[in-house]
């Protein structure tokens, strides 16, 4: 991409989706960019029965014990 931005925005968690939202009207240029892949509300991890483990391998806060390859 050779277009100039006005706004980058990394990662589309609740604080970027917010701020790339509340910009959307705007006249800028914005790019929102993510790491992750989308994901089906049905595979949430509050869905499932190992949820409070899940916030320590797949889904921790950290990326680096995601172990989501690069």
Not at 15 to 31: D, Q, R, Y
Request: proline share 6%; charged share 20%; net charge negative.
């Amino acid at each position: 991409m050779t277009t100039p931005v006005d706004v980058l925005i990394i990662g589309a968690g609740a604080s970027g989706a917010v701020v790339a939202w509340s910009l959307a009207e705007t006249k800028m240029h914005i790019l929102c960019l993510e790491q992750g892949d989308w994901m089906k509300p049905s595979e949430y991890p509050s869905t499932a029965r190992d949820w409070e483990a899940r916030q320590f391998n797949d889904f921790h806060i950290s990326p680096n014990r995601r172990n989501r390859s690069v």
